[in-house]
């Protein structure tokens, strides 16, 4: 089963979809995902956390205002590549920090399936 903190995230996610009248078809799309697929997750019929939870949570808690401190900390990958990357030390926290803020200079990341749309 979806562990509480991550169902909470699906139900804020529905809820932030529906306040700004984002579409499971409009997810499905900007993700590269079925709209059923979306639907389910939305629903809260997933039995596990998967990449694509995240990645819906994700795009809906941008509409909201960004991405929360507790996303952040229940985002494994993440938090997998700071522990990889990072020394610990501050000097390398700033460093890793600025890495982190230059991606935001290539604008909002795309699905493949939308910058295909782009190319073609």
């Known amino acids: 089963m979806i562990a509480l903190n991550a169902k909470s995230r699906v139900e804020r996610a529905r809820n932030i ?3 700004h009248g984002i579409t499971q078809a409009q997810i499905a799309a900007d993700l590269g995902a079925s709209q059923p697929q979306i639907s389910r997750i939305l629903q809260g019929q997933g039995q596990k956390a998967t990449r694509l939870v995240e990645e819906v ?4 808690e941008r ?17 997998d590549a700071l522990a990889m990357t990072w020394d610990g030390s501050a000097k390398h926290a ?23 749309k782009k190319v073609q």
Do not use: F, M, W
């Open 57 to 60: 949570c994700l795009y809906a």
């Open 94 to 116: 700033k460093a890793l920090s600025s890495v982190i803020r230059s991606l935001a200079a290539l604008g909002p990341l795309q699905s493949v399936t939308t910058h295909k």
């Open 63 to 79: 509409y909201a205002g960004g991405v929360t401190t507790d996303s952040v900390k229940a985002n494994d990958e993440l938090i």
């Open 17 to 19: 979809c529906k306040l």
